[in-house]
């Protein structure tokens, strides 16, 4: 099915109203990830400055919850006294980590202190300890390790994201298998398209228009020779091994028009039956409802095993009313099934920066993973180039570059 914008929901984020506000507590990691833009130049902040950035964060971005992210950051020795401190705020604290070291006594702790619940990042290209030379299927053996641990400290929910590049695009559909037969465990699974800018082909330059070395940032190669992977593709391959998968809502790129940066949908099913998704009118309701009940837009269910509540959009939303059809037909030909609770699960993608030949990013637009630089909100996946040049870079492909030097010497 091709995507069309008027069939979804364009988020009502914005800069000052977003569900999501991405506080970086460290830029020190316990293992490499070859999609990761985050490099140790600092280590860890102080906790009083953290402190500052969630109240900064709570005043001027109106968050739904606290990303808490690095880095790793269940290495930041002051983890537990944070998450406790942003549960005071009456925010929703959420972990993103890579699990290595995720065991039971800290997840005890973090829950006891009131964190809502983790985003675990796992892929095969990370350098993890006894786990390389993996493939994605393989992996769900290390997921379902993670969901299990936190599913048994009961009352935390788990999202597990993954970098999507050209090599592990068809391996995707094992993720998705894994994720829905745990749909009782997991909330969400979110995938993330690579993406890098290239030495061999680009140049960059700061806000002075002086050129800089490319190199210095972790998210640049020496070249790169495979096609990027989109989100529209994300999305297609989804539907073809999910038929009851569908986007509902999503957010548009600053550059171009045709961008899908965030595709957001959600699947209704049972362990072992999947009935079908949520629709464009259940996540404006859900969106709509929440800011007007909380006075803020969601990014997380707290909870999976809503899914017997969103049938009741069935009279308004289409898709709803194909999965409740989908779900009557299951109860007639097997009436155990009443018993089995129905679920929700979230499945995001993301489509990472683009960059454009006049030197621009199409980036996300109203981000939701804006973070703190300086007394700044800026764009995290881009802060390095704040910390590394003072701005953003405007990088351009060197033949673009070389017809501009030509121009100017014309001139």
């Excluded at 460290?26 to 860890?44: A, F, L, S, V």
């Excluded at 880095?71 to 705020?89: K, M, N, R, S």
Aim: aromatic share 10%; proline share 4%; net charge negative.
């Amino acid at each position: 099915m091709t995507l069309d914008k008027r069939q979804l929901y364009r988020f009502p984020w914005s800069l000052n109203d977003n569900p999501i506000a991405w506080l970086e507590v460290t830029d020190i990691c316990n293992i490499y990830c070859e999609g990761c833009y985050r490099q140790h130049m600092t280590g860890h902040k102080t906790l009083e400055q953290v402190k500052e950035e969630v109240l900064m964060f709570k005043r001027w971005r109106n968050p739904d919850n606290v990303s808490i992210a690095g880095g790793e950051p269940l290495i930041y020795p002051h983890i537990v006294d944070l998450v406790a401190f942003i549960h005071e705020q009456g925010i929703k604290p959420v972990v993103l980590t890579n699990g290595v070291a995720l065991e039971p006594k800290i997840l005890k702790e973090l829950k006891k202190a009131g964190l809502s619940g983790f985003t675990i990042h796992v892929d095969s290209h990370q350098n993890r300890p006894k786990w390389k030379g993996k493939n994605e299927g393989e992996l769900n053996e290390l997921r379902q390790r993670f969901a299990d641990m936190v599913h048994a400290e009961k009352g935390l929910y788990v999202i597990f994201n993954s970098t999507v590049y050209p090599s592990t695009f068809k391996e995707i559909p094992d993720v998705l298998a894994w994720g829905q037969k745990n749909i009782d465990r997991v909330q969400g699974l979110v995938f993330i398209t690579y993406r890098t800018a290239k030495l061999d082909e680009h140049t960059a330059s700061d806000a002075a228009d002086h050129q800089v070395d490319l190199s210095k940032l972790s998210y640049v190669k020496e070249h790169f020779d495979e096609e990027f992977v989109t989100s529209p593709e994300v999305y297609e391959l989804l539907q073809e091994v999910c038929p009851e998968y569908d986007a509902s809502g999503y957010l548009g790129g600053t550059v171009k028009h045709d961008s899908f940066k965030w595709l957001a949908g959600a699947v209704i099913g049972a362990k072992g039956k999947m009935y079908g998704a949520i629709g464009k009118q259940t996540m404006e309701v859900a969106q709509a409802g929440h800011h007007l009940l909380k006075g803020r837009y969601l990014a997380y269910l707290s909870e999976a095993n809503v899914g017997g509540w969103s049938f009741l959009m069935a009279p308004f939303d289409g898709h709803v009313r194909k999965a409740l059809t989908r779900r009557m037909g299951d109860l007639v030909r097997h009436p155990t099934r009443l018993l089995k609770p129905v679920y929700v699960q979230s499945i995001g993608i993301i489509q990472a920066p683009d960059l454009q030949g006049d030197g621009r990013a199409d980036m996300c637009d109203s981000c939701p993973d804006i973070t703190i630089y300086d007394g700044k909100f800026i764009n995290s996946c881009r802060m390095d180039e704040y910390r590394l040049f003072g701005g953003f870079l405007s990088v351009t492909e060197k033949a673009e570059r070389e017809q501009q030097a030509r121009e100017a010497q014309l001139n």
